[in-house]
């Protein structure tokens, strides 16, 4: 049974150990932060722009084809107008052409504005694509000594992770399954430590039939007020 605990209490120790060090692995440090941040708008403008110019490219052919669509109206009510036969027909034609004529310099207008703004776009993705190599150089040399530690964080996770893989496979699954479930709800504190015959996550005094159960360890025992599995450790009374 103490083997059983002995291998619980590790096992709590390594997962918790396991969620600060990824924690700490994928938190930028303060004095990075700025610098981080501005490096990833720069990254994020370029995708926009991106983005914005494919877009505007759907815009302009979609306002460009609605122009041409105009234009063609246009010059099928031109050609009516020619062969008119009546002076209401001819000012029914004529009030037509103005319509369309003003959905032409409406579309022609779009046209416009949006070659523009695909124009300026273009311009500035360019310049900012030339340079981002040089930044992102640039920004690697900065976060040097920050990978090196995430590098170094990785190594520990991994031999963390191992030594966990390695203890569950010593627990009984229902064990197993029982330690996760309180890991889970008492916010990764599964098993207590007994420390002057006290539970050290909620301070409540242990029973002294329990301690005694404890103590001789041939049962799990829990705690009375917050129903975590208690550790005691001779070695660490
Ligand atoms: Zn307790």
Redesign the pocket.
């Known amino acids: 049974m103490s083997g059983l605990l002995d291998e619980l209490y590790r096992l709590q120790e390594r997962i918790r150990f396991v969620q600060s060090r990824g924690r700490e692995r994928d938190t930028v440090p303060a004095e990075l932060t700025e610098v981080d941040t501005a490096f990833r708008e720069k990254v994020e403008a370029v995708q926009r722009l991106k983005q914005r110019l494919l877009e505007a490219e759907v815009e302009h052919r979609r306002a460009s084809a609605e122009l041409a669509d105009h234009q063609e109206k246009q010059k099928k009510y031109q050609a009516q107008l020619r062969n008119v036969q009546s002076s209401r027909e001819y000012s029914a034609v004529l009030n037509e052409m103005d319509g369309v004529e003003k959905q032409i310099r409406t579309a022609e207008d779009k046209v416009l504005t949006l070659e523009e703004e695909m124009e300026t776009s273009r311009a500035d993705l360019k310049k900012r694509e030339e340079s981002l190599p040089r930044e992102t150089q640039e920004h690697e040399e900065k976060m040097k000594d920050w990978r090196a530690a995430q590098r170094a964080i990785n190594e520990e996770l991994k031999s963390a992770q191992a030594e966990i893989a390695d203890l569950e496979s010593r627990v009984r699954p229902r064990e197993l399954a029982e330690f996760h479930r309180l890991l889970e709800k008492k916010g990764g504190v599964a098993v207590?430590r007994v420390v002057s015959s006290s539970?050290s996550?909620?301070?409540?005094k242990v029973r002294p039939a329990a301690m005694q159960s404890l103590k001789t360890g041939n049962e799990i025992i829990y705690?009375?007020?917050?129903?975590?599995i208690?550790y005691y450790d001779p070695h660490n009374p």
């Open positions: 207590a539970c996550a909620c301070h409540v705690c009375d007020s917050c129903r975590r208690l």
